[in-house]
Nanobody
Framework: VQLQASGGGLVQAGGSLRLSCAVSGSFHSISSVAWYRQPPGKQRELVARITTLGDETYAASVKDRFTITRDSDKNTVGLHMNSIRPEDTAVYYC???????????????????WGQGTQVTVSS
């Protein structure tokens, strides 16, 4: 399973940006899709996650500003970023957790795939 993130760039504080993650490859099912970010000199942190049951989780710092979306038909995951702040500057990674194909129609082993990251830089 491969993930390709895109949409990053330079944006002014207060602006908006939309990140996209294209998913390719074959798999049985998905447990969750998520976006993480790694600010300069800091550890990677969860930004937003959505499960197949529709449960959404957001970091407190982005709640009510960012929205995670999933388009199953197009196999893409999006992150809509509004009211962007300088502290949102980071490399953003998409993440997919699920199950590969098993025997017949059953699920096989689980997988945890990451995209290559896309840089978001916010100017004040």
């Amino acid at each position: 399973v491969q993930l390709q993130a895109s949409g990053g760039g330079l944006v002014q504080a207060g602006g908006s940006l939309r990140l996209s993650c294209a998913v390719s490859g074959s798999f049985h099912s998905i447990s969750s899709v998520a976006w993480y970010r790694q600010p300069p000199g800091k550890q990677r942190e969860l930004v937003a996650r959505i499960t197949t049951l529709g449960d959404e989780t957001y970091a407190a710092s982005v709640k009510d500003r960012f929205t995670i979306t999933r388009d199953s038909d197009k196999n893409t995951v999006g992150l809509h970023m509004n009211s962007i702040r300088p502290e949102d500057t980071a490399v953003y990674y998409c993440n997919l957790v699920g199950f590969l194909h098993g025997k017949g129609r059953s699920a096989g082993r689980n997988f945890n795939s990451w995209g290559q990251g896309t840089q978001v830089t916010v100017s004040s």
